[in-house]
């Protein structure tokens, strides 16, 4: 039965009532869609759109921004405008329907068309949605901001106010991972592409002694070496661009040499190593990171430097050292320039290389304008046997491997860099393995003929 507060069908009151109750219902799902949808949207996410995204996309996100900037604020407030549209719909549908039906339709009304269709389309489509409804959220922020105000400090103080999420590094990596091609997601990168992502990831975790040359196996030149033919077919050999020279123990590397430097040397006549101009050759310690390996190497002192290893408890800060610097106590005279363009100290070398290798008859070649363009102002790059000592090093560190900036590229694409020499070497090696197959396998045969032989003689021996 009706009673004398209900609103009589048809009349223009109940047609008000309806059109509160739609009204309700549509501010109800507003809400509750825009609360899944803006805080769905991460700060992190927006400024990445904002900066990256296709052009429709970074016009929502400039919209947005501004509002989601403080979430609690936003959160309060929809939440808010959410409670009053549920709470005042029950009011309106009490004064149009019986108590039972007023609760059978407002959660009817609510749970389809106030939470599941509304959340459904801004998860779908939040970021347009939220860009359209913008200046609706800002006139509620501003409406309930009394009330929602307190309520979002209070949580600033609870939780904080930051709630950017970053990914961690091995996330990111997964991340990345997904959005290849080969995951079969959709992503639209490509297989070499998601392998350098992941090899610059871990190239921060990763040390010198992870990428290094063992010094057992690095090519080195002895620095009492004679360059003659077979010295010099051996670095063509190797193909490498800087060859590590060291004194008496292969261990004790104490500087390179450029085989382009090589170029114009004779063999025939036989001019020693130490004749030539060695540089001095970085130290890396073993821990130091390839990232600071790669930086040290940007800074045009080698491509190559010598990992040592502290046999005492090392000390921070003192994992790269950098024999190309000036040395301690060195007079600022050294380093003046004569008439050519090559530094005294390096001028003054080659003079007395030459004069000597003069009377040896065995010479040097001369320095051209491109070798004194190059060279000028690096005379403590070089080193100077006649005139200065071997370089010293602590008595602690013990050299265990090379390291060049291929190894660390190598590091960071994750796959082997292959030139026209390693390609060489590894094709003499698949000879040598066949050559070795074909003749183990032939001298199986041999034995097993001398085997059936043996066993033909025996039996026809038995059988006597």
């Known amino acids: 039965m009706a009673t004398d507060s209900d609103v009589a069908c048809c009349g223009t009151m109940f047609f008000v009532f309806v059109l509160g109750i739609i009204a309700l219902?549509?501010?109800?799902?507003?809400?509750a869609g825009l609360t899944l949808g803006l805080m769905s949207l991460g700060l992190v996410d927006l400024e990445v759109l904002i900066k990256s995204g296709r052009p429709q996309d970074r016009i929502h996100a400039a919209k947005i921004f501004p509002v989601v900037k403080n979430q609690h604020l936003l959160l309060c407030t929809l939440l808010i405008g959410n409670s009053l549209a549920m709470e005042a719909l029950p009011i309106f549908l009490d004064k149009l329907v019986p108590p039972w039906a007023a609760v059978l339709i407002?959660?009817?009304?609510?749970?389809?068309?106030?939470?599941?269709?509304?959340?459904?389309?801004?998860?779908?489509?939040?970021?347009?949605?939220?860009?359209?409804?913008?200046?609706?959220?800002?006139?509620?922020?501003?409406?309930?901001?009394?009330?929602s105000y307190p309520i979002s400090k209070?949580?600033?103080l609870m939780l904080g106010k930051g709630h950017a999420v970053l990914l961690r590094r091995a996330e990111l990596k997964t991340f990345v991972n997904f959005h290849g091609n080969e995951a079969g997601k959709g992503g639209d990168l490509t297989h070499d592409e998601t392998t350098i992502i992941?090899?610059?990831?871990?190239?921060?975790?990763?040390?010198?002694?992870?990428?290094?040359t063992p010094i057992s196996k690095a090519f080195s030149l002895d620095l009492d070496a004679t360059l003659t033919l077979d010295t010099l077919n051996a670095i063509m050999t190797?193909?490498?661009?800087?060859?590590?020279?060291?004194?008496?123990?292969?261990?004790?590397?104490?500087?390179?040499?450029?085989?382009?430097?090589?170029l114009s040397v004779d063999y025939r006549d036989a001019v020693p190593l130490r004749k030539m101009i060695i540089r001095r050759i970085p130290r890396v310690s073993e821990d130091m990171p390839l990232y600071d390996i790669l930086n040290e190497f940007q800074k045009g002192h080698s491509h190559i430097a010598v990992?040592?290893?502290?046999?005492?408890?090392k000390k921070e800060g003192e994992l790269f050292k950098d024999n190309c610097k000036?040395?301690?106590?060195?007079?600022?005279?050294?380093?003046?320039?004569?008439?050519?363009?090559v530094t005294a100290a390096g001028q003054n070398l080659r003079n007395k290389l030459e004069s000597k290798d003069a009377q040896q008859t065995k010479k040097v070649p001369p320095a051209t304008p491109t070798f004194n363009k190059r060279h000028r102002g690096c005379s403590y790059c070089i080193l100077d046997f006649e005139n200065g000592p071997f370089p010293d090093f602590p008595s602690n560190d013990e050299a265990v491997g090379v390291i060049t900036m291929e190894d660390v590229i190598e590091e960071l694409l994750q796959e082997e860099i292959l030139d026209e020499t390693d390609e060489y070497v590894n094709i003499h090696n698949r000879l040598s393995f066949m050559f070795s197959f074909v003749f183990y396998f032939f001298i199986f045969l041999c034995m097993w003929n001398l085997l059936i032989d043996l066993i033909t003689l025996r039996h026809k021996f038995s059988n006597l």
Not at 25 to 31: D, E, K, P
Not at 198 to 212: C, F, I, N, Q, S
Not at 238 to 262: A, E, Q
Not at 307 to 313: I, R, T, W
Request: proline share 6%; with cysteine.
């Open 106 to 147: 407002s959660v009817t009304l609510i749970l389809m068309f106030g939470e599941i269709l509304p959340q459904a389309v801004c998860t779908r489509y939040g970021l347009t949605v939220g860009a359209t409804m913008a200046p609706i959220v800002r006139v509620l922020l501003c409406l309930f901001f009394p009330i």
């Open 25 to 31: 219902v549509c501010f109800a799902g507003l809400m």
């Open 326 to 341: 000036k040395p301690r106590g060195q007079p600022e005279k050294s380093s003046q320039k004569v008439d050519n363009g």
């Open 198 to 212: 992941a090899g610059a990831l871990e190239l921060t975790e990763k040390t010198a002694k992870d990428a290094m």
């Open 238 to 262: 190797m193909g490498h661009s800087r060859v590590p020279v060291y004194s008496g123990n292969p261990t004790n590397i104490i500087g390179l040499i450029l085989v382009k430097n090589l």
């Open 154 to 156: 209070i949580l600033d």
């Open 307 to 313: 990992v040592y290893k502290d046999l005492n408890e």
